[in-house]
């Protein structure tokens, strides 16, 4: 009973180039909401996402971020044209329905480490 | 701006004695708090809810008390041991989203 699994574990992109992350959620999960940590701060909300729709994408920077999660396959979150303030552990989490984070909590990914340099 | 403060970024306890880890939050109108714990290199993982309703909320070592009309949330670790050091993270539910804290990093030692 695989866990959310995120991949590549760390990723190093020079400036420029673009970064995409994948995210796997657990079996019968078909809520995704990722989230990024910047260095000694916490983490903060980006996107979240069900199968084929955008729920709430208020957390997501206006330019260069986009994230899917198709019928098929990972979700995916894409950033364009990378900048050394990109760098970041992006975390993936799971649910199985909508709701039940507020007392279960969500289930994370061990994360994707992002260096730009 | 920060909705989620934990105003102490380290905390160190012997082994065997209590932890306690606070936070404070801003807007009363949240209904629901967590407490995580993540290790270095991985992803956080679930600890401990309360919802509003309660002051209380306890399982095994871990009690997360909640004192609204103070904003303020804490996690008790009773008692505590090496493998509990972490960093700690309250977080608060708010419409499908987590708003975490900036964290507390626990050392227990020996």
């Known amino acids: 009973n695989a866990g959310v699994m995120q991949n590549p574990r760390h990723l190093v992109r020079r400036r420029g180039q673009e970064a995409r992350l994948r995210c796997s959620p657990m079996k019968g999960h078909s809520h995704v909401y990722w989230y990024r940590q910047l260095p000694e701060e916490g983490l903060k909300f980006m996107v979240y996402l069900q199968k084929e729709n955008i729920i709430d994408e208020s957390g997501m920077p206006k330019e260069r971020f986009s994230a899917e999660f198709p019928k098929e396959g990972p979700s995916i979150l894409r950033i364009q044209q990378v900048v050394r303030g990109d760098s970041a552990a992006y975390f993936c989490?799971?649910?199985?329905?909508?709701?039940?984070?507020?007392?279960?909590?969500?289930?994370f990914g061990s994360g994707t480490r992002l260096t730009v340099v | 701006d920060q909705q989620v403060k934990q105003n102490s970024p380290s905390l160190s306890v012997q082994e065997g004695r209590i932890s306690i880890l606070n936070c404070d939050y801003t807007n009363s109108m949240f209904d629901y708090f967590l407490w995580y714990k993540k290790y270095p290199a991985e992803g956080p993982t679930f600890l401990i809810s309360?919802?509003?309703?309660?002051d209380k909320n306890e399982d095994g070592r871990f009690t997360v008390f909640l004192n609204k009309s103070a904003k303020h949330l804490s996690l008790h670790i009773v008692p505590s041991q090496p493998g509990d050091s972490a960093v700690y993270f309250c977080?608060?539910?708010?419409?499908?989203?987590?708003?975490f804290g900036t964290g507390t990093r626990l050392q227990v030692f020996p």
């Open positions: 309360i919802s509003s309703i309660k």
């Open positions: 977080a608060i539910y708010n419409t499908d989203k987590l708003i």
């Open positions: 989490a799971s649910s199985p329905v909508a709701g039940t984070g507020a007392l279960s909590g969500y289930t």
